[in-house]
């Protein structure tokens, strides 16, 4: 099969003025092949060696897209960060990579990235080059290079490097971060041929086809986001639509305007949009597929998205390392669809085992762990990692437990991994706590998921404070953002006690702080 870069090459070809992207700004295919085509040309004229690593920090939207392309065609590795990283996150994948180079705008948010790359630089980190693009990396748009203009390689020399350079659908393409429990994120290794795996079995799971226009509002680095805005569209010659930022208001009038029939969309994302009075507004009859998950889907929400909207809910089971292990399909029955995580898909050799190892499959109860083509290659450059990611003979697990019926369909009904699942977010609760106790004030603290209507879980953390000391939320917040903590790991509720809970062996028992935050909640909606 050929690579993305010469799937879109082709449709450049062939439908040269089709719309490849829509939405923050109407691309077609031509010039989506022309904005990859002058950053490759860019970056090999940095003298980047072919497999090194680029940084990509870009918004949603077509440049970020381009950027990709861009990299697999001069030979490079794109690193993926997601638009709310923060400083910290920022460091730890450009360092732990070893990128030779950051592709950004010259700010996100409120942070200056090209102060921001500069101190990196300082710090010791072999980030040589920096690119910057105002917008969405248009061929007119001007381009800065450690702060001075640059030329692309003439059109004779860039098309001379692809041939030489381009990567094939088996290199690796791609890294992307992924939460960790003890530390900061790892690196997940993507090929191409994995998510073109992936895409038979979401084009058969959706009965997608050419005709259909896609939205993806899930950040472009992310697993969810690779192969709905990044890899199917393109294998089908269909147009997506992509917003530099998601709220639901704008999601439904972009779905009436453009309509859409393929929506991908972590479940906060489209519970949002059900409680959204703009839903009522607009016609969402075009709508005939929502893919969803990063996080367990709201059975009721999920059946009144289908009722309100007229699509069918489908969703994926697996991780941003595993891919998926199990699917549910347009042909499934709405019970199959809402409650559980579809059948396990034969190609994955679905297993199960227990916390020490041992298959399980038999019970119908364990930890799901698979082998086969939508896995990645397991973490980069982390061989501590990968030695608990994979079983002793060869098994990629999950950080789930599952059951597995009869009939082949797969139920989760918890986790073994301590993450807060916050908006599709993986949200390591030792991260949060490691950070919270930098704070003075703390003597020792405990991040549990606490539940919410809309986020699914919340990051609420419990504190044990020094004598003769005070602290409220939005004083540890302030703090935890001075120290360049990202959005999504910073606490959304405090609860100081006199002494954390402790289990038998020791440890904090979170069991008993989850029961308590859920308690205070219950307290809290019964007196309002």
């Not at 899930?218 to 992509?242: E, K, Y």
């Amino acid at each position: 099969m050929p690579s993305l870069s010469q799937r879109i090459d082709e449709l450049a070809a062939r439908v040269p003025d089709a719309p490849a992207f829509l939405g923050v700004e109407t691309v077609s295919w031509r010039e989506y092949a022309a904005r990859a085509r002058r950053l490759a040309g860019v970056l090999v004229g940095l003298g980047l060696a072919k497999g090194e690593r680029v940084g990509v920090l870009l918004p949603d939207g077509p440049g970020v897209h381009a950027a990709f392309v861009a990299c697999e065609l001069a030979g490079l590795t794109a690193v993926g960060i997601g638009p709310r990283a923060g400083p910290l996150e920022i460091r730890h994948l450009l360092g732990h990579t070893q990128a030779q180079a950051l592709v950004s705008r010259p700010a996100l948010g409120e942070l200056d990235l090209v102060a921001l790359a500069g101190e990196l630089r300082a710090q010791g980190l072999p980030l040589r080059h920096h690119v910057v693009a105002e917008a969405e990396l248009a061929p007119e748009e001007p381009l800065l290079v450690d702060g001075a203009g640059v030329a692309a390689l003439s059109p004779a020399a860039t098309e001379a490097a692809i041939a030489a350079r381009r990567l094939g659908p088996g290199d690796l393409f791609l890294l992307n971060s992924t939460s960790g429990t003890t530390g900061l994120p790892k690196c997940v290794t993507h090929d191409q041929a994995r998510w073109f795996a992936f895409h038979e079995l979401a084009v058969d799971a959706g009965e997608l086809t050419a005709s259909d226009v896609f939205m993806s509002v899930v950040p472009a680095p992310f697993g969810f986001g690779v192969w709905t805005s990044h890899v199917t569209p393109v294998l089908l010659g269909a147009p997506t639509l992509l917003l530099a930022r998601f709220s639901a208001e704008d999601a439904i009038r972009a779905i009436e305007r453009h309509r859409v029939s393929v929506l991908a969309a972590v479940s906060t994302q489209f519970v949002m949009m059900l409680n959204s009075p703009a839903l009522a507004l607009h016609d969402l009859s075009s709508l005939r597929v929502l893919f969803t998950g990063g996080e367990a889907v709201p059975a009721s929400r999920a059946e009144e998205f289908e009722k309100r909207t007229g699509a069918q809910v489908l969703q994926f089971y697996g991780s941003n390392e595993t891919g998926a292990l199990s699917c549910t399909t347009t042909r499934d029955s709405r019970e199959v669809r809402l409650t559980t995580a579809g059948r396990v898909i034969e190609a994955m050799q679905v297993r199960l085992f227990d916390e020490d190892g041992r298959d399980v499959t038999a019970s119908g109860r364990g930890i799901p762990a698979c082998r086969g083509a939508l896995t990645s290659r397991g973490y980069y450059g982390d061989p501590e990692a990968n030695r608990k990611l994979f079983t002793a003979d060869g098994w990629m697990l999950t950080g789930d437990v599952a059951t597995i019926d009869d009939e082949g369909i797969l139920r989760v009904v918890g986790r073994t991994a301590d993450f807060i699942i916050r908006g599709g977010k993986n949200v390591s609760a030792p991260v949060v706590e490691a950070a919270v106790a930098t704070h003075p004030a703390v003597a020792l603290a405990a991040a549990v998921a606490m539940p919410d209507e809309v986020f699914g879980e919340r990051v609420c953390v419990y504190a044990e404070l020094r004598p003769g000391q005070r602290l409220d939320l939005d004083e540890l917040v302030a703090h935890l953002r001075r120290q360049g903590a990202s959005k999504e790991t910073l606490p959304e509720r405090l609860v100081v006690v006199a002494e954390l809970p402790r289990a038998s062996g020791g440890k904090i028992a979170k069991g008993a702080l989850r029961e308590d935050i859920r308690r205070r909640i219950t307290e809290e909606k019964t007196r309002a």
